[in-house]
């Protein structure tokens, strides 16, 4: 690893990780390894499942949002060490943080790329834990690293969200920009796909810059059980056109009543019902490379019931893959 890497990193502490004991290790908390990307002392057999939190609401700060979503990875450990664990046969090894203390965002992405490189690298799964919408970016670049020498690489992102992400970037890059450099930066094998759009959380731009791009979203009004088949369809066709899939799950994408404690909170999104439904959709096509989870703030939680929704859904993730 870089210097740079060396910089945004630091290692999981133990404790984060607690729960019951059982003798059978029957708890995540059990099931879970503690390793460092600078120097792994476990062995990582393909196919392992490596979590690494990106611990940085720097870009959420430069968007005007409430700021607190750095705390994110260790209240999502903290829930999901709780949950039992079903899926035996996957190992599981938290890799530690990307860390932003400095207020350097584009440093810290860059970290964040070369850390899920080297794990896509190593044949890990990589669960990323957010932080900021910003996420996205540094995510999807170690994603295209590390696909460079593929010939076939069309990529699809699917995005659930209340928001495109797509603004234009004006003088830095910020929580509200990731999908926006994504499409112009890597235009030549990329797709967007955003489910759970908002028409009162986007401005007019940001549609004319989904039509420029050719951006087939979802809106929220079609997120019901009712459209769930059509839905379905749009997203398996989207599936279907694309070679490996990078998913990203904003937490504002869903109702606050589910999901109160994120940056950008919203009565109306997304029910889990629903969205496990299409979850499944997805990660049933085994195309998915990798995942993250975006914009968790516990400062604005109420009875940790957004970290333990997000903590579900990388149960959920884990199960199906």
Known sequence: MTDLYKTYYQKTEPDVWKGRNSERLLYWHERVTLSSLEAPDVNIEKGTVGILGYACDEGVRRNNGRVGAQEGPAAIRERLGKLSYHTLEKKIVDFGDVVCDDGELERCQKALSQSVSWLLSAGVFPIVLGGGHDIA???????????????????GVINFDAHFDLRPVVGRCNSGTPFYQILTGHASHVSYMPIGIQRQANNQELFEIAAVHDVPYVMIEDCTMSQLLSVTARLSSFIEAHDYIYLSIDMDGFSSAYAPGVSAPSPLGLEPAFFLKLLEVIMASKKVVSCDLAELNPAFDQDQ?????VAIIIDQIVRWL
Do not use: P
């Open 305 to 309: 019931s957004t970290a333990r929704l």
């Open 137 to 155: 970016y540094g995510h999807f670049v170690g994603i295209a690293d590390h696909l460079e020498s593929v010939s076939t690489k069309k990529i």
